[in-house]
């Protein structure tokens, strides 16, 4: 047997590691009848990567536009009215990044509770929904 696969493998691991940074990864995700809303992030001192999704999942035919509001103890975010970006699939999704110092002089870093929650708030067609999220 060669040692090359065994050396990639073991640079592929330290690169991973070296990239991950020491931060905290968090998962929140709520649901209710006719929504899905999903935050999940990568939070450390230097910097915060965010990923969300709202999924329709109701029965009624998907709205046209729709406006959220995301909020928590350390953010808050949204749109009056954002249509589906993903073709054939109703949802919307999206990302946002901070990046601490040196390039600001804020730290990113978001003191997240045991029990932390996020509220999503989504309005369409008249109707008003206030989903909450839990961490994973």
Known sequence: MKPYPIVVLMMI???LSACSGGGKEYDFYGKSTNWIVKYETEISKEREWADYSIEYIGKDPAPSMLGYNIESSWFEFGSKQERFKHRGKNVISGNSECTGPPTNNKSC??????DEQIKAK??????????????N
């Open 109 to 114: 870093q978001a003191m997240i509770e045991e």
């Open 122 to 135: 989504i309005e369409w067609n008249g109707n008003s929904e206030v989903i909450i999220l839990n961490r």
């Open 13 to 15: 691991g330290l690169m």
